[in-house]
């Protein structure tokens, strides 16, 4: 027998306490690993989903803009053109990994709406840009042929607005040039959404701009200095450089001060723990008084007393832990189903990831903390003098 | 600021999610139902779908009225129908109601006007893509469409562009190249009447 | 002869708020090895004082203790508690009147309990068995406290206490809470101990059936020796 089986077997005395204090516990270490989780998935969906809006840096002529809304706010008016061969030559640079050129087209249609309407159009290379925006899904259909001419791709507000199914045929406005549509992309939240993709070597050919781009869309190798490669971006004439990497930075900063939030809860969650084990232990010392007297008389030193109360408050929570990380992983499905009903603007992805740092890192800080619980009523139990105990009965 | 104010909108669309089936406004409400209805002085916006005011039974009864099927990704249970009321002062003049109908080379958008019994005041495509656009949108296309109203087109069927009232069957198709448009036209009027009755009418009797 | 306990001038003293109470009152005596030592005097009169003094459960407030010839208390010599506990350790065997057994151990860990904490000291089974033997609590080995009667839970709290082969078995009122009949059967036990084992004890009791088997009676009257 040693000392390991007599804590074991001492937290078996009071069976109800102990199951309630490992429970205890185990609540704390559901909340802190699904906290932690969802620290983690939280900002992982989100930057994912930063990251899934394709590009690092755009680059686009200087003035021009380069999203759709503007450029219907400003009626189709306002694009401006960079020359192929400079675009071509930027995405050569090794520092880039990936790049595709796109040429937006804004047309007037007559017959939308009372006076006429801007329609945008999005020339894409096949070959390049599904691959820079692998967060386009197909509600039907897929990406136009490499060499495709007369084939179309909607967004799905696009292709509500138009009542198109993959198969119908569009016109563009004032011209009756066919189009035959392929693919309908699912809802992404985005001005994607709204857009209608041609391939871009058609749009050039049928809006007369050959030759000419709008944009040029950018992911860096990631071992390159993104600030120093937009640095020489600058010195390109007429061009400018909008960068994600500033919108993310802004996010995660805000997402940052949110963390503090989550983390102070945390902190809770570990206060609650450790006061709840102090206490437990606290208790059953007095209870022992005479008990941890008579197990000094037969020859157990302060500082073996001092371990088996610290095994038995070990022990508690290395129990109430592992449970509490089983809950965690067991329900993340139902505590993420509830955070999404509690917060309307959660990012697509797993929400809350559970690794094994977070397994891990929860397991030990909770028998830690459960320990430094345990430390007080260990010391008063290892001050016990035999002689007090004998005589308080 | 101006990254602050970015990132935000950034956040806020990678977020958004649950989307319902977008239905059929007008594009600037003010000034289109004053020039629909030049003598009001107010509206009203409803939002109504076959799934809140009845659901699949309602569907069925909706389908069978029109005399054919609702299809396709667009043309469903759940979509949204704007319904402007015109009001001169407080009393009710008309209404404004529009459909998406899937055209040939797009979507059409079919507006009408009905005055305060259900009788057509106004024809108006709001959107229309075709070859023959122009021809399409002309007035004199338009006025076949005023002084009719569900009574005309209850018999009229959508699948074999025949019945409805003598005025029905007088109204002339522009283009005379391709019948496609015209006979989507003439299904979107009848489903527009049809949930004029549904939303407006009947609601208006049963409420009486 | 064979001394094995000196006791001279032993005083104890504590306050009980403004009160001083004087609980030994220069005591002197000697142990030899072999005694059985009955002490006996009407409550209060400083006899459990006394066997915690004797076995180093507590420190004299002045006076000389001299256990096996050398010297644990006076001489300006007063022991830290790890100090006492050595001491303890080696030479004493403890038995109250009530028996603290650990209730979620069997008989056998209560009695291996104290090897827990010396490990140097765990027994063979052999003489764990023979002890278990001895003490006729052999065949309840794997058996709870709770499952015990009174002499039978007084019986393995005797096995705890010998377990280590201490020279010195203090028991402090070991049949106060037995009947007579029990109360019988473990002062026929402390006797054999004696005999056989050749142990050393020292029984603090008010039941002068038991007080008899003592060879040296220490009566206490207030805290001072009679005769």
């Given at each position: 027998?040693?000392?390991?089986?007599?804590?074991?077997?001492?937290?078996?005395?009071?069976?109800?306490?102990?199951?309630?204090?490992?429970?205890?516990?185990?609540?704390?270490?559901?909340?802190?690993?699904?906290?932690?989780?969802?620290?983690?998935?939280?900002?992982?969906?989100?930057?994912?989903?930063?990251?899934?809006?394709?590009?690092?840096?755009?680059?686009?002529?200087?003035?021009?803009?380069?999203?759709?809304?503007?450029?219907?706010?400003?009626?189709?008016?306002?694009?401006?053109?960079?020359?192929?061969?400079?675009?071509?030559?930027?995405?050569?640079?090794?520092?880039?990994?990936?790049?595709?050129?796109?040429?937006?087209?804004?047309?007037?249609?007559?017959?939308?709406?009372?006076?006429?309407?801007?329609?945008?159009?999005?020339?894409?290379?096949?070959?390049?840009?599904?691959?820079?925006?692998?967060?386009?899904?197909?509600?039907?259909?897929?990406?136009?042929?490499?060499?495709?001419?007369?084939?179309?791709?909607?967004?799905?507000?696009?292709?509500?607005?138009?009542?198109?199914?993959?198969?119908?045929?569009?016109?563009?406005?004032?011209?009756?040039?066919?189009?035959?549509?392929?693919?309908?992309?699912?809802?992404?939240?985005?001005?994607?959404?709204?857009?209608?993709?041609?391939?871009?070597?058609?749009?050039?050919?049928?809006?007369?701009?050959?030759?000419?781009?709008?944009?040029?869309?950018?992911?860096?190798?990631?071992?390159?200095?993104?600030?120093?490669?937009?640095?020489?971006?600058?010195?390109?004439?007429?061009?400018?450089?909008?960068?994600?990497?500033?919108?993310?930075?802004?996010?995660?900063?805000?997402?940052?001060?949110?963390?503090?939030?989550?983390?102070?809860?945390?902190?809770?969650?570990?206060?609650?723990?450790?006061?709840?084990?102090?206490?437990?232990?606290?208790?059953?010392?007095?209870?022992?008084?005479?008990?941890?007297?008579?197990?000094?008389?037969?020859?157990?030193?302060?500082?073996?007393?001092?371990?088996?109360?610290?095994?038995?408050?070990?022990?508690?929570?290395?129990?109430?832990?592992?449970?509490?990380?089983?809950?965690?992983?067991?329900?993340?499905?139902?505590?993420?189903?509830?955070?999404?009903?509690?917060?309307?603007?959660?990012?697509?992805?797993?929400?809350?990831?559970?690794?094994?740092?977070?397994?891990?890192?929860?397991?030990?800080?909770?028998?830690?903390?459960?320990?430094?619980?345990?430390?007080?009523?260990?010391?008063?139990?290892?001050?016990?003098?035999?002689?007090?105990?004998?005589?308080?009965? | 600021?101006?990254?602050?104010?970015?990132a935000f909108f950034l956040l806020f669309i990678v977020s958004c999610q649950g989307w319902a089936a977008v239905g059929c406004d007008l594009n600037d409400p003010d000034r289109d139902v004053k020039r629909l209805f030049p003598s009001s002085t107010g509206y009203k916006t409803a939002y109504q779908s076959i799934e809140k005011s009845g659901g699949q039974a309602l569907l069925k009864e909706v389908e069978a009225l029109l005399g054919d099927e609702f299809q396709g990704l667009y043309e469903t249970i759940d979509v949204p129908y704007t319904i402007y009321t015109?009001?001169?002062?407080?009393?009710?003049?008309?209404?404004?109601?529009?459909?998406?109908?899937?055209?040939?080379?797009?979507?059409?958008?079919?507006?009408?006007?009905?005055?305060?019994?259900?009788?057509?005041?106004?024809?108006?495509?709001?959107?229309?893509?075709?070859?023959?656009?122009?021809?399409?949108?002309?007035?004199?296309?338009?006025?076949?469409?005023?002084?009719?109203?569900?009574?005309?087109?209850?018999?009229?069927?959508?699948?074999?562009?025949?019945?409805?009232?003598?005025?029905?069957?007088?109204?002339?198709?522009?283009?005379?190249?391709?019948?496609?448009?015209?006979?989507?036209?003439?299904?979107?009027?009848?489903?527009?009447?049809?949930?004029?009755?549904?939303?407006?009418?009947?609601?208006?009797?049963?409420?009486? | 002869?064979?001394?094995?306990?000196?006791?001279?001038?032993?005083?104890?003293?504590?306050?009980?708020?403004?009160?001083?109470?004087?609980?030994?009152?220069?005591?002197?005596?000697?142990?030899?090895?072999?005694?059985?030592?009955?002490?006996?005097?009407?409550?209060?009169?400083?006899?459990?004082?006394?066997?915690?003094?004797?076995?180093?459960?507590?420190?004299?407030?002045?006076?000389?203790?001299?256990?096996?010839?050398?010297?644990?208390?006076?001489?300006?010599?007063?022991?830290?508690?790890?100090?006492?506990?050595?001491?303890?350790?080696?030479?004493?065997?403890?038995?109250?009147?009530?028996?603290?057994?650990?209730?979620?151990?069997?008989?056998?860990?209560?009695?291996?309990?104290?090897?827990?904490?010396?490990?140097?000291?765990?027994?063979?089974?052999?003489?764990?068995?023979?002890?278990?033997?001895?003490?006729?609590?052999?065949?309840?080995?794997?058996?709870?406290?709770?499952?015990?009667?009174?002499?039978?839970?007084?019986?393995?709290?005797?096995?705890?206490?010998?377990?280590?082969?201490?020279?010195?078995?203090?028991?402090?009122?070991?049949?106060?809470?037995?009947?007579?009949?029990?109360?019988?059967?473990?002062?026929?036990?402390?006797?054999?101990?004696?005999?056989?084992?050749?142990?050393?004890?020292?029984?603090?009791?008010?039941?002068?059936?038991?007080?008899?088997?003592?060879?040296?009676?220490?009566?206490?009257?207030?805290?001072?020796?009679?005769?």
């Open positions: 027998m040693n000392i390991f089986q007599v804590s074991s077997k001492n937290l078996l005395r009071r069976k109800l306490r102990t199951f309630f204090t490992v429970f205890g516990i185990m609540l704390s270490t559901w909340v802190l690993v699904t906290l932690l989780g969802f620290n983690k998935g939280y900002e992982q969906s989100l930057s994912n989903s930063i990251d899934g809006m394709g590009f690092q840096i755009v680059l686009t002529a200087k003035g021009c803009p380069y999203e759709a809304a503007t450029l219907m706010l400003k009626g189709g008016t306002g694009l401006r053109y960079m020359p192929e061969d400079l675009v071509r030559d930027v995405a050569s640079r090794p520092e880039v990994l990936q790049a595709t050129a796109m040429l937006m087209h804004a047309e007037f249609d007559p017959n939308k709406g009372e006076n006429g309407g801007t329609t945008v159009f999005l020339g894409v290379d096949p070959k390049t840009y599904p691959s820079m925006k692998p967060y386009l899904q197909f509600k039907q259909g897929a990406w136009f042929a490499d060499d495709a001419k007369d084939e179309i791709v909607l967004g799905y507000e696009a292709a509500e607005l138009e009542q198109r199914e993959v198969g119908d045929l569009m016109i563009l406005p004032g011209s009756e040039v066919e189009y035959k549509v392929v693919g309908i992309l699912s809802r992404t939240g985005t001005q994607d959404d709204g857009m209608i993709y041609l391939p871009l070597t058609a749009t050039q050919k049928v809006f007369k701009k050959e030759g000419e781009l709008t944009m040029l869309g950018i992911r860096l190798k990631p071992s390159v200095d993104q600030n120093a490669f937009e640095e020489s971006l600058y010195q390109l004439p007429d061009v400018q450089v909008v960068s994600m990497a500033q919108v993310k930075n802004t996010i995660m900063s805000l997402v940052s001060s949110a963390k503090a939030i989550v983390m102070s809860i945390a902190f809770i969650a570990f206060l609650i723990a450790m006061f709840g084990v102090l206490n437990t232990v606290l208790m059953s010392v007095f209870e022992r008084f005479q008990e941890i007297g008579i197990l000094k008389s037969m020859g157990a030193l302060p500082k073996d007393i001092f371990k088996m109360i610290l095994i038995e408050t070990t022990l508690l929570c290395a129990i109430g832990g592992l449970f509490g990380i089983v809950i965690a992983y067991g329900f993340s499905g139902l505590s993420e189903a509830a955070i999404r009903y509690f917060l309307p603007f959660a990012p697509t992805g797993s929400l809350i990831i559970i690794d094994t740092f977070i397994v891990v890192f929860s397991f030990i800080s909770i028998t830690l903390i459960g320990l430094i619980g345990g430390i007080y009523p260990a010391w008063r139990a290892s001050h016990i003098r035999p002689l007090d105990s004998i005589r308080s009965e | 600021m101006k990254t602050k104010v970015w015109i009001y001169k002062g407080s009393d009710i003049i008309g209404y404004i109601h529009g459909i998406n109908q899937k055209g040939v080379y797009g979507g059409l958008q079919v507006f009408l006007g009905v005055d305060h019994k259900g009788v057509i005041t106004r024809f108006y495509y709001q959107k229309l893509t075709s070859k023959k656009a122009a021809l399409m949108r002309e007035n004199d296309f338009a006025q076949q469409f005023i002084g009719l109203s569900w009574e005309d087109f209850k018999s009229y069927l959508p699948k074999t562009h025949e019945g409805g009232s003598e005025k029905v069957k007088q109204i002339k198709n522009p283009n005379v190249d391709d019948a496609a448009d015209f006979y989507s036209t003439l299904r979107a009027v009848k489903k527009n009447l049809i949930l004029m009755q549904v939303f407006v009418f009947e609601n208006k009797e049963r409420a009486q | 002869m064979n001394r094995f306990i000196e006791a001279h001038d032993l005083t104890k003293t504590y306050s009980r708020g403004a009160e001083q109470i004087t609980a030994l009152n220069n005591v002197s005596f000697a142990v030899d090895k072999g005694d059985i030592v009955s002490v006996v005097g009407a409550s209060g009169s400083g006899k459990t004082t006394l066997v915690n003094v004797l076995g180093c459960l507590d420190n004299p407030s002045s006076g000389t203790l001299m256990i096996n010839h050398k010297v644990i208390f006076g001489e300006g010599k007063l022991l830290s508690e790890p100090a006492l506990t050595k001491i303890r350790r080696a030479t004493f065997g403890y038995v109250f009147q009530k028996f603290f057994l650990i209730p979620t151990l069997s008989v056998k860990e209560n009695i291996l309990l104290p090897s827990v904490f010396q490990p140097d000291h765990t027994p063979d089974d052999e003489s764990l068995y023979q002890l278990m033997d001895m003490l006729g609590i052999a065949r309840r080995e794997n058996h709870l406290p709770s499952q015990l009667s009174g002499g039978e839970m007084q019986r393995v709290a005797i096995a705890r206490a010998l377990i280590h082969k201490p020279e010195v078995l203090i028991a402090d009122e070991p049949t106060g809470n037995l009947d007579s009949k029990r109360s019988n059967e473990i002062k026929d036990l402390l006797l054999r101990l004696n005999q056989e084992n050749g142990i050393t004890v020292i029984i603090v009791t008010h039941n002068p059936d038991i007080a008899k088997i003592g060879n040296k009676t220490l009566e206490l009257v207030d805290g001072k020796l009679m005769g």
